[in-house]
């Protein structure tokens, strides 16, 4: 089966993240990048089930130059090309724009899988897989936590609140949002590493796709970012991790009364 | 003309469940800042019970779609159902809670209605006239501030939490219940949902915990563990756990506190390394004491601790563990 993953690169969790001069993102120089967690998650459910049923698994990511990097990892972990969407035009877009511009550039791949984290670590509007899914025409299922194939149907298991689940029996193709959890994601290996360099990557731009810019004008914006602000009355302790430690306990003990 | 607000209302087992009723609470809110008007509307099989339930809030009108078809929930279902009532009635907002099964179809909708969707916002403020959203970014380490475009219908969903449901205001009469014809039919119908279950090895109940020590990933290698057990015992507490450590098969998925997991409401809630992102904050906030340890001074569980030490757990645990036995045998 041919197998699409949608990811994304994003900000390195332990970046120490800084507001650009214009207010309404970070500065994005000067930080690490990785693949956005949870796609981890989807790309490994991909190539295990390229593993079990055979095809090929292909990957698609919308970001600048940068975003070669998140690729390279994915493709050293054994996906077997990608498609880069790569124009000044895609920057600012909403996640509707975003799955449209998707949409696009996966219908002529045809691929009878796409599979995508459930969110993003930065934004985490938790829109973009299922938008894809109703553009592409087909249907979806999300926070997924199994996948059983079986011919042309697959059964899912659907993570529900509070501990509860669900399984969804549904038809091929479609689109699946992963949960992180779903499995333990490899390491690419020196051999992967090595074969990574003569996987293709082929760039798609807005002119490639036949998209004009009326149809991805954001239907949201984001007007300025923050530091969120501070409404807690926390009592810092400070002193050496001895004194720190005498300070909590009386505290627990003759303040908060749980000791 | 005044503006409309319809919010969906969400139902599990034969009640209406409590996101919604915080998101009626948003939604009343805005519309008596705004002298809008707020209609909700409930999709499912034989409804009469479950719409007098939410028919009790005061609200205009309840719009009942009632179908064999929507007997249980579907994406392609409820989506179908609710672009017939959105086409019909035209709301200039769309509110709905952020639960796990708005997600699954909020974005579809918005995607057939071609709208932007503000999703998992924590509330709004007024500005010029202008609905401007407020919503985490960056794992919480940021705030955002949104706005929708002009083209209605707008549609938001707030996040577990952000509204209180003690503020919904009743209705001195019930709210009047109109059918409405939007049933889908089976082509709509792609996914065939299975029954609701949990997982047979569920063995620990922290939601009954008086005392939690709970682990996040600046616990750092699963051999570290055992630190944060020793302190477990020196207190007397029961082990949790944030998502990534349970999905890193370090502890049990029913150690898991937050959205996905277990919500706990302990005396006394100890969170080592753990940042506290909204998944996390939902399933916790209820304890009556937090004591938070991380060594950055900006992670969000701080905002809800009532004891902070900013440091390296490695350094303060041992110490702590120390005292506590000094405190217990003393």
């Known amino acids: 089966m041919k197998i699409a993953v949608c990811l994304k690169q994003v900000p390195s969790r332990d970046s120490v993240l800084r507001i650009n001069a214009a207010g309404n993102w970070i500065q994005e120089t000067d930080i690490n990048y990785e693949v956005n967690e949870p796609d981890i998650y989807a790309l490994e459910e991909a190539l295990r089930l390229k593993e079990a049923q055979g ?17 390279k990892e994915a493709l050293a972990k054994g996906a077997d090309r990608a498609l880069h969407l790569e124009d000044a035009a895609f920057e600012g877009l909403d996640a509707n724009g975003i799955a449209k511009v998707f949409a696009a550039a996966l219908k002529p791949e045809n691929p009878d899988l796409i599979v995508t984290g459930l969110q993003s670590d930065d934004l985490g509007f938790a829109q973009t897989g299922v938008m894809l899914a109703e553009f592409l025409g087909l249907p979806h299922s999300t926070i997924i936590m199994q996948i059983e ?55 798609v731009s807005m002119a490639d796709l036949g998209i004009n810019q009326q149809e991805i004008a954001p239907g949201l914006k984001v007007l300025k970012i923050y530091p969120p602000v501070k409404q807690s009355k926390t009592e810092f302790l400070e002193g050496s991790a001895k004194e720190i430690a005498v300070k909590l306990v009386d505290k627990l003990k003759n303040e908060a009364r749980v000791l | 003309m005044a503006e409309s607000i319809l919010v969906f209302a969400e139902h599990q ?63 392609g279902g409820y989506c179908f159902a609710l672009k017939k009532v959105i086409e019909d009635r035209k709301p200039d907002w769309v509110i709905f809670s952020h639960t796990y099964q708005v997600r699954d179809f909020a974005p579809k909708l918005a995607a057939m209605l071609n709208r932007g969707l503000a999703s998992d916002c924590l509330g709004y403020r007024r500005e010029d006239g202008r609905m401007i959203f407020v919503r985490q970014v960056f794992q919480g380490k940021f705030n955002a501030d949104i706005v929708l475009a002009d083209e209605t219908p707008r549609l938001v969903t707030f996040q577990a939490g952000s509204f209180r449901e003690d503020a919904v ?12 014809a939007a049933a889908p039919n089976a082509a709509n119908i792609r996914t065939q949902p299975g029954e609701r279950f949990r997982e047979a090895k569920q063995a ?127």
């Not at chain 1, 095809?55 to 690729?71: D, F, M, W």
């Not at chain 2, 998101?23 to 805005?30: D, N, T």
């Open chain 1, 55 to 71: 095809g090929e698994v292909v990957i698609c990511s919308l970001g600048p130059a940068r975003a070669t990097q998140a690729i």
């Open chain 1, 149 to 203: 194939v079986n011919g042309g149907r697959m059964r899912v298991k659907r993570e529900l609140e509070a501990g509860w689940f669900q399984w969804i029996d549904m038809p091929l193709p479609a689109v699946l949002t992963i949960q992180s959890g779903i499995n333990k994601p490899r390491y690419a290996t020196l051999k992967g590493i090595m074969a990574a360099k003569n996987k293709p990557v082929r760039k």
């Open chain 2, 13 to 75: 087992g034969g009640k209406i469940v409590r996101p919604t009723w915080e998101a009626i609470a948003a939604a009343q809110q805005i519309a008596k800042e705004a002298g809008a008007s707020v209609s909700a509307v409930i999709l499912g099989e034989n409804l009469t019970a479950i719409a007098a339930e939410i028919a009790a809030a005061d609200l205009k009108d309840v719009l009942a779609v009632d179908g064999a078809a929507l007997k249980e929930y579907t994406p």
């Open chain 2, 169 to 180: 205001t009743r209705g001195s009469n019930p709210a009047p219940v109109f059918r409405i």
């Open chain 2, 204 to 330: 620990v109940d922290l939601t009954q915990a008086e005392l939690i020590v709970a682990v996040g990933r600046g616990i750092k290698a699963p051999e570290n563990l055992d630190l944060a057990k020793r302190l477990a015992e020196a207190l007397g507490a029961e082990l949790g756990a944030s998502r990534p450590i349970c999905d890193s098969g370090w502890l049990p998925m029913d150690r898991q506190i937050g959205s996905s997991g277990q919500t706990v409401a302990p005396k006394l809630y100890l969170a080592l390394g753990i940042s506290g992102a909204i998944q996390h904050q939902v399933g916790m906030k209820g304890a009556r004491t937090v004591v938070a340890v991380n060594k950055d001074k900006e992670a969000p569980i701080f905002e809800v601790a009532t004891y902070g030490i900013v440091g390296d757990l490695f350094e303060v645990v041992p110490p702590l563990i120390e005292e506590l036995k000094k405190v217990k045998a003393g």
